[in-house]
Structures are given as C-alpha cells and as structure tokens.
Nanobody, 124 residues
Framework: QVQLVESGGGLVQAGGSLRLSCAAS????????MGWFRQAPGKEREFVAT????????HYSDSVKGRFTISRDNAKNTVYLQMNSLKPEDTAVYYC?????????????????WGQGTQVTVSS
C-alpha cells in the first residue's frame, strides 16, 4: 500500500511558478513509476507528466512540455512538479499517482494509487 499526499498548490498570476510536492508513505516508493495528472472543472482527468523509478526517464504532455519539470527524491519518498510560465488554462486540481507494474504512462488506469489532489489556480 502507498499513501500519497500532495502539497504546494495555490493561486498564482499568469507567468508565475509553483512547485508541487507529493509525499509517499511506504518503503517501496522507489519501485513505483510516479505520475502527475490534472482535472479542470467539467473536464476529464488529463495526463501531465511521469517519471520512472530511477528518475532516468520522464514524459510530458504536449501542453506542458518545456514549462513543467517532474523529478523525484527516493531518499525522501517525494516526487515534485516544478511548474513555470503558468497559464490560466493550467488551472485544475493536480493529482499525484503511483504505478507498480507500469504500462501506458498517460493512461490513468495504469496507476494504482492516487493522492487527494491539490488546487492550482492561475489568474490572467
């Protein structure tokens, strides 16, 4: 079992930055592929970024590529999402997710555990 707790969300002006953190419980954190998804009101949950257990490979959605960076610190059982050059369309609840077996990284069904989400609001 893995429990995930996100933090770092908030209100920011367009062009600003935020850093989201996701703290995971459990000693097997380093075994999990980690991902970030987001969901805006009235929209489906959307893939944002993913990182392999070692941190050697990352993938991003086209909408955030070049602006967001995912990273992890296995010693701290934490995964991060650095968000720069934020836009109003980035406004959403951001969720951290963990996958033990892996699979299509942009498919939410790949992930076994989810956090409760943290709200990010970008004002224009």
């Amino acid at each position: 079992q893995v429990q995930l707790v996100e933090s770092g969300g908030g209100l920011v002006q367009a062009g600003g930055s935020l850093r989201l953190s996701c703290a995971a419980s459990g000693r097997t954190f380093r075994s999990y592929v980690m991902g970030w998804f987001r969901q805006a009101p009235g929209k489906e949950r959307e893939f944002v970024a993913t990182i392999t257990w070692s941190g050697s490979s990352t993938h991003y959605s086209d909408s955030v590529k070049g602006r967001f960076t995912i990273s992890r610190d296995n010693a701290k059982n934490t995964v991060y999402l650095q968000m720069n050059s934020l836009k109003p369309e980035d406004t959403a609840v951001y969720y951290c997710a963990a996958s033990l077996l892996g699979g299509p990284y942009s498919d939410y069904r790949t992930y076994d555990y989810w956090g409760q989400g943290t709200q990010v609001t970008v004002s224009s």
